[in-house]
């Protein structure tokens, strides 16, 4: 869930084995090293980490492209919330910089039958106000993902949940209403963030914008200098490997040419997120080096309202013919993405048995312009001069030059496609207000999967759900998506999965442009970030340390 583009290497850190009741019933999450052989690779070598650290730091500095609105967990869900608060606050779970499931704030998690998780917590984890973590605190922070006076952006991962109770001093019970193979995967994600009761209540509805977040992770929150910078600060009562780092400042750097200018003159160490347009001369420059990484990110156009020409699939169907998606890749991505007809990426899939696979990616949404075919789709659906409004913004040329290949698309067939431009800090409103949305139809979305399963993408189309903005409402969909959910053997799994994707392609909800790696850049003088997505869950910046 996203919006510009994309968006793991370990430290050693303790580390247990995971229940043998969830590794039977999960193996849910398995390891992915990159897309299958033959999947079609961007033209970038993906790395699988970065040289380890040699030795502490004082501090390094990192720029994001936008300020996050908040640092409460429960409204998480998108690229300067997450790459901030994974390094302070933890959860349940932890997804690895392998991109797979490992205890978290859990030391185990079992399944003794398909609608109950059990979660035995660690003991002695202190919060960053002193207090110890307890079962109290777990319940109480889970609960705050289902109270809708909290706008949770988490909400759909606890439609299942029907009871979490203490069921001793450091263990959390969940029932569910039915079986639900996702669950336990978010689990790993902000939807599984615990956070001391005493402090979030203390904090009110001041929580997540001032004051400290009283959560657990290997760094604590400092100063805020609204607009500019956050600051955080080792925490040394960390239960875990102690940060290699005593400070990280984030340096907001809204302006893409700000951002790499200020990775080029050493004004900041390194940043995810890297403007497309700057990948050469991070490569040439010499100030460091430019890593490229599993992104489990495509790069979307994400449609917004059926309520105009949208409405019809024929037109959908001929802005996704019209469009050139390879000289977007070329030029939005700097050759760094991977032309693609699936929502879904190749590296979510990729434990999943041959025949799946073959049946989610065969036939799906062509990628080669039709421009013929695109006019005449326009023409018979009696859409020829009609206006469609698409979203844009400078967060970078990856969102800037699809929205333009659409304006482009549309002209080439018949369409009026105009853009309206969004502030960086505005764009994530996109995504949690409807008023931010009024009389827009497309906007540009690079979604990153969360976990690593294909659902994590598909159930966006289901009745109801969060990213479901076009309000697309199919019950054979929905019903697919409710026996996916409550498969929890990977294969089966897998085999709806390639349904619904393929009902998603043929329905062209969103229309997919390319797959898309992480790319991460680090000064000379610092190394130990991962390079895949997980630095949107796993506390990455503890990891990060002198490169000599």
């Known amino acids: 869930m996203t919006p510009t583009a994309p968006a793991r290497r370990t430290a050693p850190r303790r580390r247990l084995a995971l229940a043998t009741a969830l590794l039977s019933a999960a193996a849910l999450v398995a390891a992915c090293s990159g897309p299958p052989r033959g999947a079609g690779q961007a033209a970038v070598q993906l790395s699988a980490d970065t040289p380890t650290a040699k030795g502490e730091l004082d501090s390094f500095t990192w720029a994001t492209y936008a300020e996050p609105p908040t640092l409460d967990y429960v409204q998480a869900f998108d690229y300067p919330q997450n790459t901030v608060l994974s390094n302070i606050c933890e959860s349940l779970m932890r997804w690895t910089p392998g991109l797979t499931l490992a205890p978290g704030l859990a030391e185990k998690a079992a399944n003794p039958d398909p609608t109950t998780w059990v979660y035995d917590l660690r003991s002695g ?210 050759g760094a993405g991977t032309v693609t007809g699936s929502l879904t990426t190749r590296a979510a899939w990729g434990t999943a048995p041959d025949e799946v696979r073959r049946t989610a990616f065969d036939g799906l949404t062509p990628t080669a312009q039709d421009i013929d075919k695109a006019k005449a789709l326009v023409k018979e659906a009696g859409a020829s001069g009609r206006t469609i409004v698409m979203a844009t913004s400078s967060i970078g040329q990856d969102v800037s030059l699809l929205a333009t290949a659409v304006q482009a698309a549309g002209a080439r067939i018949g369409l009026d496609v105009q853009l309206k431009t969004i502030a960086p800090n505005a764009f994530t409103a996109l995504f949690t207000d409807p008023k931010a949305r009024e009389g827009i139809d497309l906007f540009p979305e690079t979604y990153y999967d969360s976990i690593t399963d294909p659902l994590d993408l598909l159930v966006n189309f289901r009745t109801g759900a969060y990213q479901n903005f076009a309000g697309y409402s199919d019950k054979a969909y929905d019903d697919l998506v409710d026996q996916a959910t409550a498969e929890y053997d990977p294969a089966r799994r897998g085999a709806i999965e390639a349904k619904l994707q393929q009902t998603a392609s043929q329905q062209l909800l969103w229309i997919p442009v390319a797959e898309w790696p992480t790319a991460v850049f680090l000064n000379k003088r610092i190394t130990g970030a991962p390079t895949t997505i997980a630095y949107m869950y796993y506390p990455w910046a503890a990891d990060v340390g002198a490169a000599r």
């Open 125 to 334: 984890v202190h919060f960053h106000d002193g207090t110890v973590m307890t079962a109290d605190d777990v319940v109480f922070s889970l609960g705050r993902q289902t109270n809708p006076d909290n706008a949770p952006a988490w909400a759909q991962v606890f439609q299942n949940v029907d009871s979490v109770t203490a069921t001793g001093p450091l263990q959390v019970t969940v029932k569910l209403k039915q079986p639900d193979s996702q669950f336990p995967q978010y689990m790993a994600t902000a939807a599984g963030v615990v956070a001391a009761r005493a402090g979030v209540e203390a904090a009110g509805k001041d929580y997540g914008t001032s004051g400290g977040l009283d959560c657990t992770g290997p760094f604590k929150l400092g100063s805020w200098a609204k607009g500019q910078s956050i600051e955080l600060q080792r925490f040394d009562d960390y239960w875990g490997a102690r940060a290699k780092s005593r400070k990280v400042v984030f340096s907001f750097l809204t302006d893409a040419s700000a951002r790499t200018n200020a990775m080029l003159t050493g004004d900041v160490d390194g940043g995810y997120l890297i403007p497309t347009e700057s990948y050469d001369r991070l490569r040439k420059d010499g100030p460091g080096t430019l890593y490229f990484g599993e992104g489990l990110s495509t790069v979307n156009v994400n449609v917004t309202s059926m309520r105009g020409p949208l409405g019809d699939l024929r037109v959908r169907q001929a802005l996704s013919l019209a469009l050139d998606r390879s000289g977007f890749v070329r030029t939005g991505l700097a």
